[in-house]
């Protein structure tokens, strides 16, 4: 069965008073979180199911100490392509896996 990955972008924050037993959520940088869902289920999911569900992967990943709120996602059903490339400057060349691309 293909999977679908599901790419969500998320607001750290962390609690700086969670040993006095209090709260102070502090935001902090926004971290990725990936998960993979089946993608015949995707496919027939609207934009605010798979949402929903990202929304529950955040709060899953919470504690008293860090909590992750959703922001958005993206959904990749077809695999990444990755190429390795080096770019020559003073031709002004990229050259990937043989093959020379001029730009």
Known sequence: MAT???IVTAQLEENKAW???GEAWVPKFGPKIE??????DILYMSKEDVAKICE???KDQSNEYERFNYVSH????IPTIKVNVEYNYATSTVESIGEEISL
């Open 56 to 58: 529950e992967v955040c």
């Open 35 to 40: 998960f993979q869902l089946p993608s015949d």
């Open 4 to 6: 679908a990955k599901i």
């Open 74 to 77: 993206d959904v990749e059903l």
């Open 19 to 21: 040993y006095e037993g």
